[in-house]
């Protein structure tokens, strides 16, 4: 059978399959009809927020008028960052969320999650039950009409809801003295962040906070700090804060305009947390993707490391199943789980602005907690996603594990949400691995590649 969902959710170009009108329309009746089914509600209710795109409202009517068709009822955000709607499918009086959000691909594409009333993302039995009503057209059968049909509802409060939750993760902190330069991304978060940080007392300096549709993630944010950095430097500040397009991951840097990846605000996180005598079972979850140097760091500090596959639902599942507080990935999904079901860059960086303050350092001298083994990291843009293993560029692969043995490492795998094959290689020499790296892409896109 056809497969909708990604590792995070359905996503692709708005207005091509599976993000056409006519599809979305479907998984709206699919979801209610769905969430009626398993969890047993008569009539489903579901909150819907979207990022800035401009395909967002194109999405949010179809994905409305579906649910609305199949007797359930909406309540409508609007512009709402990915973890608030995660929130606000417990603090509102719903059975589940959804969020019309591409995270960090560009402005063209587009993309649904759905949440539990949990405010987890679905499991998997129930993703393939919703492709299943989808794609053996079970959503045309049967027609309901009157008092039945669903209503929708516009929810006035939710941006203040989620402002006072964010503030609560660091109950009694103050950001006085603090200066910070943010990066909005043009995205979910223009004008949440911003009024979370200056609530707290901090001086903010606002980059990209005037999304168009088109510009969000573009050149900016999370996935392009080069700005950010800038502008820390600039105006003398104590941190740069970027977020993503729907604000579920956070990159910072330093007072030096230095990056912090996700791999070093979680060490930061996981050895204050161990010096308060709060990192349960004294461990953090990470995936396979994570630095070789946060290992090293947090074997110094007798922190146990868990590893999980890539992408931030796997890290999740390991911290509930197991009670873990602290998790995430070096692209900045960050989980704080005593806080927030689902990574969080605003509440992310709250936590670091508070170890800060707490501790009374500069960001450099808490980076220096971890030193990074040189990374190199390229994507290339596949037409199928073939077995890595079948395919012809392994050999190149093996020969490069053979040459770094035991100090570096290769990791090749596809993209959970995009058609692109990402090749990692870690070691010892920059300019070594990057000509690796390179040997081992060419191959991959002369067999493969677009």
Known sequence: MEKLFGT????????????????VLNIGKATAHVFRKIYGKKRPKLVIGRDTRLSGCMIEYALTSGILSAGAD??????????????????????????ISASHNPAADNGIKIFRDDGYKLPDNVEEEIERYILTEKVK?????????????????????????????????????????????????????????????AEVIVLND??????????????????????????????????????DRVIV??????????????????????????????????????????????????????????????????????????????????IFSNHTTTGDGIISALQLLRVMKEKGEIL????????????????????????????EAIKYVRKTEEKLGKKGRVLVRYSGTENLCRVMIEGEQKKEIQKMAHEIAHGIKKEIGV
Do not use: W
């Open 8 to 23: 995070d959710g359905i996503r692709g170009i708005a207005n091509i399959f599976p993000m056409t009108p006519e599809v």
């Open 74 to 99: 909406v309540f409508l955000v609007g512009h709402m960052p990915t973890p608030a709607i995660a929130h606000l499918t417990k603090s509102l009086p719903v059975d589940g969320g959804m969020v």
């Open 141 to 201: 059968t049967g027609h309901i009409t009157g008092s039945l049909i669903g209503n929708a509802y516009t929810v006035d409060d939710a941006k203040g809801r989620y402002i006072e939750f964010a503030k609560a993760s660091v109950k009694g902190l103050s950001l006085q003295g603090l200066k910070i330069v943010l990066d909005c991304a043009n995205g979910a978060a223009y004008n949440t962040a911003p009024q979370v940080l200056r609530e707290l007392g």
């Open 210 to 247: 005037r999304p168009d549709g088109l510009n969000i993630n573009l050149n900016c944010g999370a996935l392009h700090p080069e700005n950010m950095k800038k502008a820390v430097k600039k105006e003398k500040a104590d941190i740069g804060i970027a977020l993503d397009g729907d604000a």
């Open 253 to 334: 840097c330093d007072e030096k305009g230095n990056s912090v990846d996700g791999d070093h605000i979680i060490a930061i996180c996981a050895i204050y947390l161990k010096e308060k005598g709060t990192l349960t079972k004294n461990c953090v979850v990470t995936t396979i993707m994570t630095n070789k140097g946060f290992d090293i760091a947090m074997d110094k500090k007798n922190i146990r490391v868990v590893k999980t596959k890539v992408g931030d639902r796997y890290v999740i599942d390991e911290m509930r199943r197991k009670g873990y507080v602290l998790g995430g990935e070096q692209s900045g999904h960050i």
């Open 364 to 391: 450099s001298k808490l980076k220096a907690c971890m030193e990074s083994l040189p990374q190199v990291l390229m994507n290339v843009k596949v037409k199928e996603k073939r077995d890595i293993n079948t395919l």
